[in-house]
């Protein structure tokens, strides 16, 4: 009798168990959630460890629910696949840029274009306050976890450029909107990938370059100029985005969902800042180097915006022609940057 009761409360335990072992199966408030993360940033880039950061906060911040493996170097895809990658399921989130995909984006890619941006805060700021208050149709397909910018691109170059009229007739490495930025100037575009710049300045291929000043030291092209011109009043950025495969997102409980948008909220400002600091490395390799950093006279500046006006207002037309609101976009990004540089932004 003793025995068949112990069976009977064994049997029944075990019934217990394993019912509450598929009830934790179930649950979508213990299930553990796994991601892969492409980056197209190489690993030792300070925004690739930001993203393994931001990957590691989640982690913690979730109990270990949230599971993310950061694929940095575009080693799971490269930089013009990311996007794709992230709709087909390649990976399950992916950070690359806008620019590497023209014409997939066209709203948001007038965020690249030479409006003037003070620095990567601002840039980064404007780029997602755009974003989450127009949320374009173009990038719906996914989930935009959050969108960051470097700061402005600037002219490094072997020869002294104090005015308009010096630009006239140089060879200046650029790509994408910059290259129609070097046209609006007067100079000539040359296109080339990063790696190919130092070469080509150290050989006298291009006679100059417009790059973030961050590039100037990682990627040592300082070495191969000589003046840098403050040509922020043009300056341009490169925006990259944060984003995750639809039905992954959907496929998470409300709550971790949440959790995630106030860790993307903290990495924007982290992202931001990172670039600003970036610059300012790229700038004290400048100074190191004794190159000579070239002011812009008000007047001077004040020509240079009416060269790129044109081209402003062209991109946009562009945009409107097909059915999308560029004008309204472009002058959403001018209030912004006008608001950036009275140091008001918030």
Known sequence: MKL?????????????????????????ARKTYTFRYSVFFPPTHVQAKLAQAWADELRERSGGQLQVTVFPGGTLTKADQCYQGVLSGASDIGMSMFAYTRGRFPLLELLDLPVGYPDGVAA?????????????????????????????????SRKPVKALADLQGLKVRATGFSAKLVESLGASPISMPQGETYEALQKGVVDAT?????????????????????????????????????????????????LIAQVNR?????????????????????????????????????????????????????????????????????????????????
């Open 4 to 28: 068949r009761c112990r069976s009977v409360f064994f049997a029944s335990a075990v019934v217990l168990l394993a019912g509450c072992g598929r009830q934790e199966e179930q649950d979508p």
């Open 124 to 156: 980064t700021h404007i780029a997602n306050e755009v974003y989450f208050h127009r949320r374009p149709a173009e990038a719906a397909d996914t989930q935009i976890m959050y969108l960051h910018a470097h700061g402005p691109g600037i002219l490094a």
């Open 210 to 258: 417009f790059c973030p000043v961050e590039a100037l030291k990682g990627w040592k092209q300082g070495e191969v100029i000589k003046y840098v011109t403050d040509s922020e009043c043009v300056g341009y950025t490169t925006v990259c985005f944060v984003a995750m495969n639809k039905a992954k997102w959907e496929s998470l409980p409300e709550g971790l969902q949440q």
């Open 266 to 346: 903290e990495w924007i400002a982290k992202h931001g800042q990172a670039w600003n600091d970036a610059d300012a490395e790229g700038l004290a390799f400048v100074h190191e180097l004794k190159h000579e950093i070239i002011p812009l006279s008000a007047e001077e500046q004040a020509v240079w915006r009416e060269k790129v006006d044109p081209l402003l207002a062209d991109s946009a037309a562009k945009v409107d022609a097909k059915g999308l609101p560029g004008s309204d976009v472009l002058k959403d990004i001018q209030f912004l940057v006008k608001v950036a540089r009275a140091g008001e932004l918030k």
